[in-house]
């Protein structure tokens, strides 16, 4: 099993583009999340889908858009990328708790930097 | 909504000393701590987590503790190694949460052989 999966692994975007940060997991979660990671700071949540086709906002989700394709994949997008959003990005899974919480797993992060 | 607070934000100890990190948090609603280990270029992983109803968990070199009074919990490593050298995150959730852990803002904890 790979886990989670994220493509790319590096990215440099001007002011004013976009793209999109694709995750996939292949251990049969419910819950898909999108993190961003910057210095001193922790990592901060965007998104969050607690199943396909439901997405609920995190703490810092302006500037982005996600779509939960299917069970396996959740993507995050960048519509007009800021030099604000440079950081890295992290797609986590876990699996629905019903009387309690599970470990979220990591996918090894988006390293975007915005020009 | 929670917040985490975490300190030191660095840390160095001699190989085999012990390690100890510390978290507050602020939504006494709060029922799951977990803590996670991220190494260089990879993404965190969970090491420990404990609940609110345990005061103390072990697992071989590394323990949590928890004070639902004081609303704190601290990660102790004993017999430090060089691989244990990394970031170390904690991170609260409250009862409802929906999943949504808040993280600390890390410690970069280096072991000095």
């Known amino acids: 099993n790979a886990g989670v999966t994220q493509t790319p692994k590096f990215q440099v975007l001007k002011t004013g583009q976009s793209m999109t940060l694709q995750c996939a997991q292949d251990?049969?979660?419910?819950?898909m999340y999108w993190y961003r990671q910057d210095p001193g700071m922790g990592l901060r949540l965007i998104y969050y889908s607690a199943s396909e086709g439901t997405t609920d906002k995190g703490e810092v989700p302006n500037g982005y858009n996600v779509s939960r394709l299917n069970k396996r994949e959740f993507s995050l997008r960048l519509e007009s990328a800021a030099p604000s959003q440079t950081s890295v990005y992290f797609c986590a899974s876990s699996e629905a708790g019903t009387s309690g919480y599970n470990e979220q797993f990591f996918g090894p992060g988006t390293r975007l930097t915005v020009l | 909504g929670e917040n985490v607070e975490q300190h030191p934000s660095t840390l160095s100890v001699q190989e085999g000393d012990s390690a100890v990190i510390k978290c507050t948090y602020s939504?006494?609603?709060?029922?799951?701590f977990p803590w996670y280990k991220q190494e260089l270029g990879k993404g965190p992983q969970l090491i420990i987590d404990?609940?609110?109803?345990?005061g103390e968990k072990k697992d071989q070199r590394i323990a949590v503790t928890l004070n639902k009074t004081a609303k704190h919990f601290s990660l102790h490593i004993t017999e430090t190694q060089p691989e244990d050298s990394a970031v170390y995150f904690c991170?609260?959730?409250?009862?409802?949460?929906?999943?949504?852990?808040?993280f600390g803002t890390g410690t970069r904890l280096t072991i000095i052989p």
């Open positions: 251990m049969n979660h419910n819950s």
């Open positions: 939504d006494s609603a709060s029922n799951y």
């Open positions: 991170a609260a959730i409250p009862e409802g949460g929906n999943e949504k852990l808040t």
């Open positions: 404990i609940r609110s109803n345990v």
